[in-house]
């Protein structure tokens, strides 16, 4: 059994999603139906914030930050393609599989490996197949989400600030010595 979906909570998330053509169909080898998914990425960019994207024959892998649940912003682009495909090249069959699998990106080092999962799913779909990534789109791609950029703590000054000094042990002739650091009272409180 599958686990339950996370509730959508924020915007501040990402994820790497894939979803397949019904029975696997090669669609978009076809130019024509490649170029019409490109205009449906574009006109949900709003809702799906697109980092980076591979079309291959016959499956979809998107990197998206969401401003609407994630059903959604899959359901967008799915039911969006959908429908245009039936009116421009008057297709009367399923053309997706039902559902989709994701994955939260948690981190840079996460972000960094969907990031190359999909440049190396479009190399190798490029000798006997045809696949359209996202850096050789004309698509507005977001850049890294602030969120998965690294985080740096720093001091008043500038510099960046360490953890604060609480106690060290000192080992005198065989014996463990705590020291701790005491620091001076500030209520002005006399001794």
Not at 45 to 64: R, Y
Request: hydrophobic share 35%.
């Amino acid at each position: 059994m599958r686990p339950s979906r996370e509730l959508f909570r924020q915007a501040d998330q990402t994820y790497f999603v894939t979803f397949q053509t019904s029975g696997r169909q090669c669609f978009f080898r076809n130019e024509r139906w490649s170029t019409l998914f490109l205009g449906t990425l574009a006109r949900y960019e709003e809702q799906t914030h697109l980092h980076d994207f591979v079309i291959m024959p016959d499956h979809i892998h998107l990197l998206l930050s969401q401003t609407v649940p994630l059903e959604k912003a899959v359901q967008l682009v799915k039911v969006g393609f959908s429908f245009e495909a039936r009116c421009a090249f008057e297709w009367k069959g399923d053309i997706w599989q039902a559902g989709f699998s994701d994955h939260r990106v948690r981190d840079l080092v996460d972000w960094d490996h969907h990031c190359e999962y999909i440049r190396k799913n479009a190399l190798s779909a490029r000798p006997e197949g045809r696949a359209i990534c996202g850096k050789d789109s004309s698509l507005n791609l977001q850049p890294l989400p602030q969120w998965l950029k690294p985080q740096f703590n720093l001091g008043v000054n500038g510099g960046a600030e360490a953890p604060p000094l609480q106690s060290c042990s000192n080992k005198v002739s065989g014996h463990n010595q705590s020291l701790s650091i005491q620091h001076p009272q500030q209520d002005g409180a006399g001794s």
